[in-house]
């Protein structure tokens, strides 16, 4: 730090270059701490702030007897202002940090947050690489009164929304910063490891298996998974030359795993279905898993969804319709806040329900699913309570964000027609990393020339069910 007297005299001689009408050089940004937070209003300490990821490399050791992993994380990235400091979002304990190939100090400011100071101050722009070392017991540890990770002792799946990647590697856990992955899993001998992307490379010890995934398009840190035990795998090619492997538990029983392979084997049929009206699929692998744990829920992992056992595997097209819809509305296109949840789960809603009701993706089936859900929903007041544009962090997998989320999309195209319906959605794909329902609402107008404003507050904010007017989607405009 200067003393006054330094001061006094560097003053001095800016003054006097100023005179002799030189310019004095500009003082280099103060270096801060970055924020402990990346400003989401549902989850203040959901990612941080002043650093943007580009990869995450991922190398662990899963003892799944003991319930015990041990592993580093490397984070490649890129200073967005001078950093004196920087935080992570990690719960497990921390053995080793290095920066740029330094040993950095770290603290925890609180159970969530790992503070790394770097040796030297990071500037503005840099990129540097960010060594975490890392053991422990994921399945000890709870945040948000939630237990987020799934496992036993022959099974573990790392899945879970809007939180998981906290318990099994430090990142900046928000939507809003995507990266690459590059996941390694050891396991001992004889089990499987599977994760996100393309199978790179498979090494066999006298004891141990590391399975290397790699996933080269950018994804949120959430939707990053790996599943380890025993699994019964199976490979192939989509119609249009995608590799995919499917995983489905050896916990399961014989009859009920036959279903899941079979279940799993229609993702490319249900990818195909979706390519005719949203594009070309966006990832350069796909498939899915099956896990035996008692997930109580699916989850659209990018390229490789997880699905829990189904009383009846025939019956699954909707919801593997759904998860796969995820791939573009959730994962190609992520929200830009939790709040705005309902770009992901209406949508998906959506494409599942007009799949159960026939795989039909004609105006006309939408419009007859539409009003037999509508008269189906009925007055009840609780359904109609929830603003699904803003629905609380409390309710954001609530059915309502689900159902009615659906029946708002299927009421648009109705309103806007089906010209403009498609139209919208293939904008709202194209070069979009993440979006917010506001800028969805000002787009849809935009495209159809009208003013949607009623007609997005009545299915999204009102607290009672929509009125059967054209103004609603609810009737066909007059032709």
């Known amino acids: 730090m200067r003393t006054p007297l330094v001061r006094r005299a560097a003053a001095f001689v800016a003054v006097g270059a100023l005179a002799l009408g030189g310019v004095a050089a500009a003082e280099p940004p103060t270096p801060t701490v970055g924020a402990a937070g990346i400003g989401d209003p549902y989850f203040a300490e959901a990612g941080n702030g002043g650093y943007d ?17 041990r592993g580093q994380t490397q984070i490649r990235a890129r200073a967005e202002q001078a950093l004196r400091s920087f935080n992570l979002d990690f719960l497990l304990p921390v053995t080793s940090v290095t920066v740029n190939g330094v040993k950095a100090r770290f603290s925890r400011p609180s159970k969530h947050e790992l503070r790394v100071t770097p040796s030297t101050v990071l500037a503005a722009g840099a990129s540097f690489r960010v060594v975490v070392g890392y053991r422990g017991k994921p399945g000890e ?20 929304e809007p939180q998981i990647a906290a318990w099994w590697f430090p990142s900046n856990d928000h939507p809003r910063d995507k990266a690459t992955f590059d996941i390694s899993i050891r396991v001992p001998r004889g089990q499987q490891a599977i994760a996100n992307g393309r199978l790179v490379s498979k090494k066999k010890t006298r004891h141990w298996t590391t399975w290397r995934w790699r996933a080269k398009e950018e994804m949120a840190p959430y939707l990053a998974f790996f599943a380890a035990g025993h699994f019964e795998l199976e490979r192939g090619r989509t119609s249009d030359g995608t590799p995919w492997v499917n995983a489905v538990s050896e916990q399961l029983r014989p009859a009920s795993r036959r279903g899941a392979l079979k279940f799993l084997r229609r993702t490319p049929s249900v990818i195909a279905w979706l390519e005719r009206r949203l594009g070309p699929y966006p990832f350069a692998d796909a498939g899915g898993v099956v896990t035996s744990l008692n997930t109580g829920f699916a989850l659209e992992n990018q390229t490789r969804p997880t699905y829990p056992e189904l009383y009846d595997w025939r019956h ?9 819809a995820h791939q573009w509305f959730g994962d190609l296109v992520a929200v830009q806040n939790w709040r705005d949840i309902w770009l992901n789960e209406g949508f998906a809603g959506y494409f599942g329900d007009l799949y159960d009701a026939g795989r039909s993706l004609s105006a006309e089936s939408s419009a007859v699913m539409l009003s037999q859900r509508w008269q189906w929903l009925g007055t009840d007041p609780s359904f109609w ?14 059915q309502q964000v689900y159902v009615r989320g659906a029946l708002a999309v299927a009421a648009l195209r109705q309103r806007i027609g089906d010209h403009d319906f498609w139209r919208l959605l293939r904008s709202w794909l194209t070069g979009r990393s993440h979006g917010s329902v506001a800028e969805f609402e000002a787009l849809a107008a935009e495209i159809s020339g009208q003013d949607l404003d009623s007609f997005f507050d009545a ?17 066909a405009p007059p032709t």
């Open 459 to 475: 299915w999204l904010r009102a607290d009672r069910r929509p009125a059967k007017t054209v103004e609603n989607g609810l009737v």
């Open 141 to 160: 540890y709870r945040w948000r009164g939630e237990r987020a990770w799934l496992a036993d002792k022959h099974e573990v799946v790392a899945m879970g």
């Open 316 to 324: 699954g097209g909707g919801l593997l319709a759904h998860e796969l």
């Open 53 to 69: 990821v580009t990869s995450y490399r991922i190398s662990h050791t899963m003892r799944l007897k003991t319930g015990r992993l």
């Open 385 to 398: 309570a929830v603003d699904i544009a803003n629905p609380g962090p409390k309710q954001l997998f609530n």
